[in-house]
T-cell receptor, first 110, second 114 residues
Framework: GQNIDQPTEMTATEGAIVQINCTYQ??????LFWYQQHAGEAPTFLSY????GLEEKGRFSSFLSRSKGYSYLLLKELQMKDSASYLC???????????FGAGTRLAVHP | SAVISQKPSRDICQRGTSLTIQCQVD?????MFWYRQQPGQSLTLIAT?????????ESGFVIDKFPISRPNLTFSTLTVSNMSPEDSSIYLC???????????FGPGTRLTVL
């Protein structure tokens, strides 16, 4: 079956670093996406990992371990505008088919 | 990245009626997808729409309830048929673009069924 697990909520301080973990079980895994979604808006693409390891993109980095079914999103130098939901979405069961986790609601406070 | 627009952006509909949502892209794409996001929930894939073939529906979704058209490589429609309050959701189209297989979402259509 398909299963995605990520924390429901996290809080962090402006300027700090936060790591959002995601574990998954999917059939036919291809890669894993991370999206940011502000309330009332559509998801915004952050990253896509296919190979094991860390991909860095500015303040955001994403890590994947295919053998462990594990990924994390690392946000550095947090800003208030980073308060949003972060969605882990493995691509599985078919090309480009994304299965979304419930999302992690991150609150950044001063 | 491709620019995606959806119409309408929101609508309030009566039970038993149908609504057709349009998704327009500014470039040609092979694969388009339709998702639903119910209040407070994450996204669920409804179907994959490829131009020139029948849409492929996910478990729990059927063509009679959610007919999809894909007449060309820049446009798709999703119809929510015989609506009930349980269909109140945000409906989003998405597509794959770029060499890194990135999947992008349209702005969504917020549907409320009374």
């Amino acid at each position: 079956g398909q299963n995605i697990d990520q924390p429901t909520e996290m809080t962090a301080t402006e300027g700090a670093i936060v790591q959002i973990n995601c574990t998954y079980q999917t059939s036919g895994f291809n890669g894993l996406f991370w999206y940011q979604q502000h309330a009332g808006e559509a998801p915004t693409f952050l990253s896509y990992n296919v190979l094991d390891g860390l991909e860095e993109k500015g303040r955001f980095s994403s890590f994947l371990s295919r053998s462990k079914g594990y990924s994390y999103l690392l946000l550095k130098e947090l800003q208030m505008k980073d308060s949003a939901s972060y969605l882990c979405a493995p691509e599985g069961g078919g090309y480009n088919k994304l299965i979304f986790g419930a999302g992690t609601r991150l609150a950044v406070h001063p | 990245s491709a620019v995606i627009s959806q119409k309408p952006s929101r609508d309030i509909c009566q039970r038993g009626t149908s609504l057709t949502i349009q998704c327009q892209v500014d470039s040609q794409v092979t694969m388009m997808f339709w998702y639903r996001q119910q209040p407070g929930q994450s996204l669920t894939l409804i179907a994959t729409a490829n131009q020139g073939s029948e849409a492929t529906y996910e478990s729990g979704f059927v063509i009679d309830k959610f007919p999809i058209s894909r007449p060309n490589l820049t446009f798709s429609t999703l119809t929510v048929s015989n609506m009930s309050p349980e269909d109140s959701s945000i409906y989003l189209c998405s597509l794959t673009s770029g060499g890194d297989n990135e999947q992008f979402f349209g702005p969504g259509t917020r549907l409320t069924v009374l």
